[in-house]
């Protein structure tokens, strides 16, 4: 079984940008993508997106469309997700997982990182 | 507000059978694969059941899901306290093109 290991906590200033490492171990890392999920505090959790292992293609909701950006690095086997224009309410635990999609669907996370804490604070 | 309606809360004594509901619509639920996810307190979401029903290795026979028409459901028997957890539905949404997530059930064992 594979492993998904997150880069450390942040605290950020509003108007600020953070980026949030993946690295993945113990499967193909091209054979799959990588989606990003948050959860806010005591919330539940909701999807980000999700970039291709592979060819590096994206996906984003919506309402993060043009705040944020997921890349790879497939020979470091490692997913970014940065965020732009940080709000307080982009305060969350962001987490990431490995992920198929294909043209029509995602077909779930089938295990997941640690979490990484990302706190907006003045 | 979730697409994807669960419970918010459960409790059930130990060693007794719990289900957990996630009702979804005709775009969801209905078309495509449901996944459940444990989230023990403090740390990252776990796949329990994949593709409605199945498990994953190493995931007890006690976590069984199902799945009809537009609704799923996780069940779980012989409760222990080790189950105490946020339990969460998720699926492709074939018209918005997005995964969802439920909105989470607290499972309490007491």
């Known amino acids: 079984q594979g492993q998904l290991v997150q880069s450390g906590a942040e605290i950020k200033k509003p108007g600020a940008s953070v980026k949030v490492s993946c690295k993945a171990s113990?499967?193909?890392?091209?054979?799959?993508?990588v989606s990003w999920v948050r959860q806010a505090p005591g919330q539940g959790l909701e999807w980000m997106g999700w970039?291709?292992?592979?060819?590096?293609?994206?996906y984003y909701v919506q309402k993060l469309q043009g705040r944020v950006t997921m890349t790879t690095d497939t020979a470091t086997r490692t997913a970014y997700m940065e965020l732009r224009s940080l709000r307080s309410d982009d305060t969350a635990a962001y987490y990431c997982?490995?992920?198929?999609?294909?043209?029509?669907?995602?077909?779930?996370?089938?295990?997941w990182g640690q979490g990484t804490l990302v706190t907006v604070s003045s | 507000q979730s697409l994807l309606t669960q419970p918010p809360s459960l409790s059930a004594a130990p060693r007794q059978k719990v289900t957990i509901s996630c009702a979804g619509s005709s775009s969801n639920i209905a078309k495509n694969y449901v996944y459940w996810y444990q989230q023990l307190p403090g740390t990252a979401p776990k796949l329990l059941i994949y593709?409605?029903?199945r498990r994953p290795s190493g995931i007890p026979d006690r976590f069984s899901g199902s799945k009809s028409g537009a609704s799923a459901t996780l069940g779980i028997t012989g409760l222990q306290t080790g189950d105490e957890a946020d339990y969460y539905c998720?699926?492709?949404?074939?018209?918005?093109?997005?995964?969802?997530f439920g909105g989470g059930t607290k499972l309490t064992v007491l």
């Open positions: 113990g499967y193909t890392f091209t054979t799959y993508g």
């Open positions: 998720g699926t492709w949404d074939s018209s918005l093109s997005v995964s969802l």
């Open positions: 970039v291709s292992g592979d060819n590096g293609y994206t």
């Open positions: 997982g490995r992920e198929f999609c294909d043209s029509d669907r995602c077909w779930g996370i089938d295990f």
């Open positions: 593709e409605n029903n």
